[in-house]
């Protein structure tokens, strides 16, 4: 079995294809799954560079996509021939927000997706929506289910609902889809007038250029005649923060997500506070929040945008895509 291992410290070259042993057959409350695609995220791209540590020989990627071929005793709900995507919290099923680590997330605590075959507890997958290649089911695990958290389940948006989106990587385009699913208006940000585009071609009802316009979160505040955005989806993180603050609306939502721009910094506390608004910092969603996630997208026929795919072995030929930044939406892996 063809799979990627990650050497310590980390870094592109530091990737290396290497035969396993078969995962063997599947025991009780178990499946096993022929993967076939995954996706890229930030974070795992933090953890191949090395910024995040892992174990030395660590198989990489959170988000795995692929065909049920065997299923252990006691699993309802899979059977042989299903297609099932992969959750980013494998034990964390229903409830509130209990897991503040990477200690459980395949790719960085356990070994992940970058594998031709797993066997796993059926409850660390979910069916994958009606329809979708595996390419596509992939990049739900964390920027899909990210964008959703961030709106649905945290924001709890609403038809007219405005929300900034900020870039245009896989969290941010799947937050605009989602947006627009619910009947909210989209306004967008990036240093890419080219991109820009792109956002107003899935439904942005506006674009600011963040590199023409340094002052955005004044420009939102102007084009919203002085309200603000509801809803911030803000993967910058320290040097973006200050104009989501000034971007959102009094009492508005900021679902902090990324750190993009750095993992501590300057946050002006008393403006937040004299505008009463709601910071949240988040890490993904829950298996329920997966499987609702899906039956939104079964019922409004949502599909996502993938920038480019790569076949397995050349998974750092796909981080360099990444790290160059010119990608738009999500990257994939197939295998």
């Known amino acids: 079995m063809k799979a990627i291992k990650l050497r310590a410290p980390g870094g592109l070259d530091r990737l290396e294809v290497v035969d396993l042993p078969d995962p063997g057959t599947p025991g009780p409350g178990e499946i096993r799954v022929r993967l076939h695609a995954s996706s890229l995220n930030y974070h795992d791209f933090a953890v191949v560079k090395g910024a995040i540590p892992t174990e030395d020989g660590r198989i990489p990627m959170s988000d795995g996509a692929g065909v049920v071929e065997a299923v252990g005793e006691d699993v309802p709900g899979f059977a ?26 395949p790719g960085d605590g ?8 797993v066997v796993r507890p059926a409850s660390w997958f979910t069916p994958v929506p009606r329809g979708w290649s595996h390419a596509e089911a992939a990049t739900l695990t964390t920027a899909g289910l990210t964008a959703w958290r961030a709106l649905v389940v945290d924001g709890n948006i609403r038809a007219g609902d405005v929300v ?44 600011i250029n963040y590199r023409s316009t340094p002052e955005w979160g004044r420009a939102v505040q102007d084009w919203t005649g002085g309200r603000g955005a509801d809803h911030v989806v803000e993967v910058g993180g320290a040097g973006t923060l200050a104009q ?8 508005g939502h900021i679902a902090l997500i990324g750190v993009l721009t750095g993992r501590s910094g300057e946050v002006p506390t008393a403006l937040l506070m004299a505008r009463q608004q709601r910071l949240q910092g988040l890490i993904v969603g ?28 050349n998974i750092a030929d796909a981080f360099r895509h990444q790290e160059a930044g010119a990608h738009f939406g999500k990257i994939a892996l197939e295998f």
């Open 110 to 117: 356990v070994d992940g997706y970058a594998r031709e075959a």
């Open 244 to 251: 989501s603050i000034r971007a959102a609306r009094i009492g």
């Open 164 to 207: 900034l989106v900020l870039g245009t990587g896989g969290v941010s385009v799947f937050a605009l889809q989602f947006a627009r699913m619910m009947g909210a208006i989209v306004v967008a940000t990036s240093s890419s007038d080219a991109k820009l585009e792109r956002m107003r071609e899935l439904g942005a009802a506006h674009t």
């Open 286 to 313: 829950s298996h329920r929040h997966q499987r609702e996630m899906i039956r939104a997208i079964d019922a409004t026929g949502m599909r996502p945008v993938i920038d480019r795919r790569f076949a397995l072995p």
């Open 80 to 105: 042989p021939g299903d297609a099932v995507v992969s959750g980013f919290f494998p034990h964390w099923q229903d409830g509130p927000a209990e897991v503040g680590d990477f200690r459980t997330v």
